[in-house]
């Protein structure tokens, strides 16, 4: 008789571990040498864990300013997303629209490195 499997197991055969989510990996934290990497926000269908959203991310989320709405919600004044982002944060989720540069000199622009400034770049 077969013996039957948690969800957990189910969606990562192995672990076993009662209901943890996927773990995120270094492209969730971390930009690449082109200043990309993945959102880190994670993701729920019908209440269970399904993963990290993956859009290109160009760094963390960008400060922004709350308030609290007639419900006692946290929402922004820009109207973005105001949820949770662990690491990087795609455009959607509240990060930069845009690559930032970041030592070397910039690959769109050619921008040197000792020029470099925070922020968006101008030539992309």
Not at 10 to 35: F, Q, T, V, Y
Not at 37 to 45: D, T
Not at 106 to 124: E, L, Q
């Amino acid at each position: 008789m077969p013996t039957l499997k948690t969800i957990a197991e189910i969606r990562d055969p192995g672990r076993g571990n009662g209901g943890s989510m996927a773990a995120s990996s270094k492209h969730h934290k971390e930009l690449n040498e082109n200043g990309e990497g993945k959102c880190s926000v994670p993701m729920w269908r019908n209440g269970v864990p399904a993963g990290f959203c993956d859009e290109i991310a160009y760094g963390k989320t960008i400060p922004y300013e709350t308030f609290r709405d007639n419900r006692g919600e946290r929402k922004r004044f820009d109207g973005g997303y105001c949820g949770y982002v662990p690491y990087l944060a795609c455009p959607g989720h509240g990060g930069p629209k845009h690559r930032l540069h970041k030592g070397d000199p910039c690959i769109y622009c050619g921008t040197p490195h000792d020029d470099v400034r925070a922020g968006p770049c101008p030539g992309h």
